[in-house]
């Protein structure tokens, strides 16, 4: 007997977390015992970014949770939540992937309260969630795992600095003017790309500087160019903790030109450029798609036992 799992997205753009959510929904949708299916707000875009355009038959038109055995929400999707519509044993797994969570300025300090099982995508955002004293559940760490689409062989790696600016893009603007003024050939990311270009950019650069928020639950872009073997200079971003080991498989740097310039200048050294794309490789296979999998299927199976 089958266990039925109802999603909710309010999909407006695509984002990390939405790819996160999804990889879930198919770990969901893998699982012998569990029958996943995902409900979208009024005003979500179903174009090419869309996660789930390829599985319209898991689509359900009506808000309806208390026919389900159990929710899956994450973010602001406790939203959508009305306790009235819900039994009040219903189960409800609470995918948490930013440490802003616990920030009490913002409205997802207020979920802690609701009762559910919490599953973070990094110790540091477990460690920043339990400093509240306000989490309504258990809480479980399962590392964000890298969910990368086949890409072409990528060949000889061209000679420009990849930025990743999306996030800070007057830093990356200023690093991209000291850097070409240096010599360098750059290519600035400040708006999003379609995600296989993204990636393509990513995998010809010949190092990538990366530049999340000050804060991040685990920040998938630098595990993502250390799983395509380019070398990384980013920032600390606290999540990022998770994977980096600056010094070894990245180079870590302070959210200023000067600081991101000199760690430029110390991979323009050719051996440190290749250990650190070597390391990150190793890095990156302990994050697979299958190890996420398996843990969130032993937490399943922990609480709620498979049905007969």
């Known amino acids: 007997m089958s266990r039925r799992i109802l999603f909710f997205r309010d999909y407006e753009a695509y ?9 879930y929904f ?3 949708f893998a699982h012998p015992d569990w029958v996943p ?17 390829g599985c319209p038959d898991r689509l359900v038109a009506r808000w309806e949770p208390g026919e389900y055995d159990a929710l899956f929400v994450a973010g602001l999707d406790w939203c959508r939540l009305d306790d009235s519509e819900l039994p009040a044993d219903m ?33 540091p955002v477990a460690d920043a969630i339990h400093a509240t004293a306000e989490v309504n559940g258990p809480v479980r760490v399962i590392p964000a795992a890298l969910s990368l689409p086949p890409l072409p062989e990528p060949g000889n790696r061209s000679a420009y600095v990849f930025i990743g600016a999306l996030k800070r893009p007057a830093l990356g603007r200023a690093l991209a003017t ?7 050939e750059v290519r600035l990311l400040e708006t999003p790309l379609p995600r296989a270009q993204y990636l393509s950019q990513l995998a010809q650069a010949r190092l990538a500087v990366l530049l999340p928020c000050e804060c991040e639950g685990f920040y998938l ?17 606290v999540g990022n903790r998770q994977y980096a080991r600056p010094g070894e498989n990245c180079e870590f740097a302070e959210a200023m030109e000067e600081s991101l310039a000199l760690a430029v200048a110390r991979l323009d050294e050719p051996a440190r450029a290749a250990s650190y794309a070597a390391q990150g490789l190793c890095s990156a296979e302990g994050f697979s798609l299958e190890s996420e999998r398996a843990a969130f299927w032993r937490l399943l199976d922990e609480l709620f036992p498979p049905a007969f």
């Open 37 to 53: 299916s995902i409900h979208f707000s009024e005003r979500s875009l179903f174009d090419d970014t869309n996660p789930w355009r």
């Open 91 to 123: 189960p409800i797994v609470n995918l948490i992937q930013g440490i802003r969570h616990a920030d009490s300025g913002l409205p997802l300090r207020r979920f802690l309260g609701r009762e559910a099982l919490r599953v973070c995508v990094s110790q």
């Open 26 to 28: 198919e770990h969901c």
């Open 221 to 237: 872009p630098g595990l993502e160019a250390m799983a395509l073997g380019t070398p990384v200079v980013m920032l600390d971003a």
């Open 15 to 23: 984002s990390g977390g939405h790819g996160k959510v999804r990889d």
């Open 178 to 184: 000291r850097l070409r003024l240096a010599g360098h």
